[in-house]
């Protein structure tokens, strides 16, 4: 059998942290059985659906580096195809016309309300001669579900699921307007797409029950389920705006590493024995269904920031500059000159030590440009102005400017030497140094500061703060 999934979101606004973890779960299992992921939007409510959402679910998906094969494919532009087959049903009396009045659904309504019980349809159009259907009121398809039995789903992640068929009332398919229901589309278009299995969130759990009698009534073969637990925040309750960022595309401006997302979206449900770090080869080799737990999982920032360190430390340097350089420019709004280009590489080993994020390390970064004179930091200033700090600065300046092989060691050796001579730990001269240096009380170590700034725009920095 060829496997087939597909990401289904609805383009109602970002692509939500939940629904990437989904797309990328049945990217990795088709991708481990040598099939491929169709996308569908499923933009039926057309009054939510937006243009720039379905923007939004696009590059989102492809900045997380998840693909899928052909051209998405549009669940309202399918409209007619899903009303043909509520129409067979109609033909095959699997399906009836019901000519129930919105006044007749609220009664049912508020009988339910009253009895503390959730509304389900009475059936009374299921048997009735449609001639004694009120005038002027346009009929719903309903489908004819059993009414004894079972409908039972072998799920490849919760087990078997199965519902008593008198448990449930006959569903709308196709609304009075001619538009189809969610329960219609979903089934029609999985059939016609040929998809293999449906991976997604256990909230659906109940519609795949639904969904199937429709599979049963039309003779066509289900898919294979497998309905995956939901994320929750870090203090266990559900996912939502109060728990941080919910978008793909905050993750991604937060500075978050699509690597270090999909590293991370794949470790919440799902594990390979104590593997917490894998790359994407090794993700394809490993997953599959039967390793996702059955317990919702808890999403925890904290967590991602720290596996995104990883990721930093680890990356190619070079690609890692080029990304760097990029946050440099989305946030001081100018193209960086070749001086400020070239400090970047040198210093680099030494700025990802210190960032969780690309923001953090473009902000570690921001040091190495020319913009004298320097924005100081509360505390940078204190250290340049206070005391003695103006005459230490004034000394390092004249040191430096005798030091003729501008590297580490020569660097080291005449700073050290400076603090020797004055009777000084060295912290003490390196403090105003840096401030000086970078504007910060914390940088990458002095002597590599001064390294990556080369000696002319050391000394200027540290003439700026001189007596």
């Known amino acids: 059998m060829s496997v087939i999934t597909r990401f289904a979101p609805s383009p109602t606004g970002f692509l939500h942290i939940g629904g990437a973890r989904t797309a990328l779960f049945n990217w990795l299992f ?13 933009d039926t409510d057309r009054a939510r659906s937006t243009e720039a959402a379905v923007t939004a679910i696009h590059e989102g998906l492809e900045w997380l580096g998840l693909d899928w094969r052909g051209e998405p494919i549009s669940q309202f532009a399918r409209a007619a195809r899903h009303g043909e087959v509520a129409r067979e049903l109609l033909a095959a009396g699997k399906a009836y016309h019901c000519y129930c009045t919105p006044q007749e659904l609220s009664e049912m309504r508020e009988t339910a309300k009253a009895e503390g019980r959730s509304m389900r349809y009475d059936g009374r159009w299921r048997d009735r001669d449609p001639g004694e259907a009120p005038a002027g009121q346009a009929p719903v398809i309903r489908l004819k579900s059993p009414q004894s039995g079972t409908t039972v789903v072998h799920d490849l992640v919760q087990g078997e699921v199965k519902v008593g068929n008198s448990e449930m009332d006959d569903m709308v398919l196709l609304r009075a307007d001619g538009t189809p229901t969610y329960m219609l589309a979903v089934v029609v278009d999985d059939h016609d797409m040929a998809v293999s299995h449906v ?39 559900k ?23 999909r590293n991370y979206l794949l470790r919440l449900g799902w594990s390979h024995s104590d593997d917490e770090i894998f790359d994407t080869a090794q993700a394809v080799e490993w997953f599959d269904l039967d390793a996702i737990g059955k317990s919702p999982s808890r999403f925890d920032i904290p967590k991602l920031e720290n596996l995104n360190s990883h990721y930093l430390r680890t990356m190619d340097e070079v690609a ?8 440099l420019v989305a946030t001081i709004g100018r193209a960086l000159s070749e001086t400020e280009q070239d400090r970047l590489p040198l210093a680099m080993g030494a700025l990802k030590e210190r960032a969780k994020t690309l923001v953090e390390l473009a902000d570690k970064a921001m040091f190495l440009l020319d913009n004298r004179p320097l924005e100081m930091e509360e505390k940078a200033a204190a250290l340049v102005q206070g005391g003695d700090a103006p005459g230490l600065l004034a000394k390092a300046h004249a040191c430096l400017g005798g030091v003729t092989d501008w590297n580490h060691d020569g660097l080291a050796d005449a700073i050290r030497g400076l603090a020797d ?45 001189m007596e």
């Open 30 to 42: 088709a991708q481990h059985h040598g099939g491929h992921m169709l996308l569908r939007i499923e």
């Open 199 to 237: 991976i997604r969130g256990d909230d659906h759990l109940t519609n795949a029950i639904r969904q199937r009698q429709i599979y049963d009534l039309m003779g066509w073969q289900a898919p294979q389920f497998a309905h995956i637990p939901l994320i929750h925040g870090a203090d266990g309750a």
């Open 239 to 261: 996912l939502s705006k109060r728990h941080g960022a919910l978008g793909v595309e905050a993750y991604r401006d937060m500075g978050i590493l699509p690597a270090a997302l």
């Open 320 to 327: 890692l500059c080029a990304l760097c350089r990029d946050q």
């Open 421 to 465: 001579a004055e009777g000084l730990k060295l912290g003490k001269l390196a403090q105003p140094l840096r401030a000086a240096l970078t504007g910060r009380n914390a940088s990458p170590g002095i002597f590599e500061v001064l390294y990556f700034l080369g000696r002319r725009e050391s000394l200027d920095r540290i003439g700026d703060h």
